[in-house]
């Protein structure tokens, strides 16, 4: 049960983190601040200047806390350098690859179809872990959880405005990025599963959000410096010091569930984070909840809960 309220906890703070992101780009009426937002254009390049940022906060920030969360992390760091210890090296350098290529992916596919087709077709990603997950560790998934993970998918579905889904054109290079997203982010868990058996997720984290900090910074070499000038930095510098927060807290939960419960428990209740960003956006930016969205967020409730009360002892799943 412990492992299944950090996972659910760990999409509180992603869900967040997606409200923020959405801020940023558009103008929204934040609850008690009035309307706040759109501080940059929703382009390719922004993107990932608010990722960059993001991890530029979420880096150092967790070197400053990660000693009271795992106060071995600078000695298993330096330990990395070890021959005997190149797996873990690589599984953690993969891990930061990984993790740049579903948000990137993500990022490029939300520039070219609506947000919602590409968040509902990266939220497909509990299936591409179970199956990664009984193909590398051997662990079938029961007819319980096809079917707890068929509701999620459904329910995920569901929320999504339908103005979001109405798509009356486009290229289909944006389906194909949304998949290949969730499809990313689904071998970043079951690295992450594996990497365990090695290394401490707290460094695992740590050594992602660097790796990642790293390839975004790469991305935004030959951006015009007039455009960057020309940004409103004070609200961008306070967005991003937020997400580098709670960037931070959810995959250091996630990740520790992961360890728990295993990724395809893990990457289950991880797909109610569509859901539960619905609800947020409503109580937080006012968005307008409809009967069908407040059924799809009741469905994916109902199973998040039905996977989380099945009992299965302390032993991690995978």
Not at 8 to 17: E, G, H, M, R, T
Not at 23 to 43: A, C, H, K, R
Not at 64 to 88: F, M, N, V, Y
Not at 189 to 208: D, G, R, Y
Request: aromatic share 12%; proline share 5%; net charge neutral.
């Amino acid at each position: 049960m412990l492992g299944y309220l950090i996972v659910l906890s760990s999409s509180l703070f992603f869900c967040i983190q997606n409200v923020v992101v959405r801020v940023l780009f558009t103008e929204q009426p934040v609850i008690g601040l009035g309307m706040i937002g759109g501080y940059v254009p929703p382009t390719l390049g922004n993107s990932f200047l608010l990722l960059f940022l993001r991890m530029l906060l979420a880096v150092p920030l967790m070197a400053a806390l990660s000693k009271g969360l795992h106060p071995k992390i600078w000695t298993d760091l330096w330990h990395l350098g070890h021959p005997t210890q190149r797996r873990a090296l690589f599984h953690s350098l993969v891990g930061g690859g990984l993790m740049f290529a579903y948000l990137a992916l993500l990022y490029l596919a939300v520039g070219l179809v609506p947000t919602g087709i590409a968040m509902t077709l990266f939220f497909t990603f509990p299936v591409f872990t179970a199956l990664f997950s009984w193909g590398l560790f051997g662990s079938q998934p029961s007819f319980f959880h096809w079917g707890i993970m068929t509701c999620v998918i459904v329910g995920s579905v569901m929320t999504v405005p339908p103005s979001d889904l109405t798509w009356s054109g486009g290229s289909t290079w944006g389906l194909v990025m949304g998949v290949a997203s969730g499809v990313a982010y689904a071998l970043y868990t079951v690295n992450a599963q594996k990497a365990f058996e090695m290394i401490h997720p707290v460094l695992f984290t740590w050594m992602s959000f660097a790796v990642t900090l790293a390839l975004a910074g790469l991305c935004l070499v030959g951006n015009h410096p007039e455009e960057m000038a020309s940004l409103e930095w004070g609200p961008l510098w306070i967005g991003s010091l937020l997400s580098g927060l709670v960037t931070f807290g959810g995959h250091v939960l996630y990740n520790s569930g992961i360890r728990l419960v295993g990724a395809t428990a893990a990457a289950m209740v991880g797909a109610s984070n569509l859901a539960f960003t619905v609800v947020l956006a409503w109580f937080m930016i006012q968005e307008t909840l409809g009967p069908v969205q407040v059924l799809g967020v009741i469905l994916v409730t109902v199973s998040v809960a039905a996977l989380s009360g099945e009992r299965r002892g302390n032993a991690p799943t995978e």
